[in-house]
């Protein structure tokens, strides 16, 4: 009996691969949804205990440190008045305290 070897041939495999490759290239990947920014800026501020104000939609502002943060809130520590929890979704923006003593002692000085 006979047996016949049969061989792939293998400049079609390569072919067929270097299709797929081609594909994917074409695909453009989109941007991660998540940079991780926040987290990052959250924890630095955290470490450092850094005084901060927060600016509600309403217009109230209050100061304090940065305790704890989740996804939806945080917690603000106060050193005259009680602790909160802060949704962010109520928030308008963040500031560093320090910034605005150190811009106004500039103005002082340039007058």
């Known amino acids: 009996m006979n047996r016949r070897l049969?061989?792939?041939?293998?400049?079609?495999?390569?072919d067929s691969r270097e299709k797929e490759h081609r594909d994917l290239e074409k695909r453009k990947m989109h941007p991660p949804y998540d940079t991780h920014a926040e987290n990052y800026y959250y924890l630095k501020q955290?470490?450092?205990?850094?005084?901060?104000?927060?600016?509600?939609?309403d217009g109230?502002?209050?100061e304090g440190f940065i305790e704890w943060y989740d996804r939806n809130c945080f917690k603000l520590n106060r050193d005259d008045a009680p602790n909160l929890l802060v949704y962010k979704a109520n928030i308008k923006y963040l500031y560093k305290t320090e910034d605005i003593k150190k811009e106004a002692d500039t103005k002082k000085k340039s007058r």
Do not use: C, G, H, Y
């Not at 061989?7 to 390569?14: F, G, K, M, S, T």
């Not at 955290?46 to 939609?57: D, E, G, L, R, S």
């Open 60 to 62: 109230q502002v209050i």
């Open 6 to 14: 049969i061989r792939p041939n293998l400049a079609e495999i390569r």
């Open 46 to 57: 955290m470490n450092k205990k850094t005084k901060m104000a927060v600016a509600f939609v």
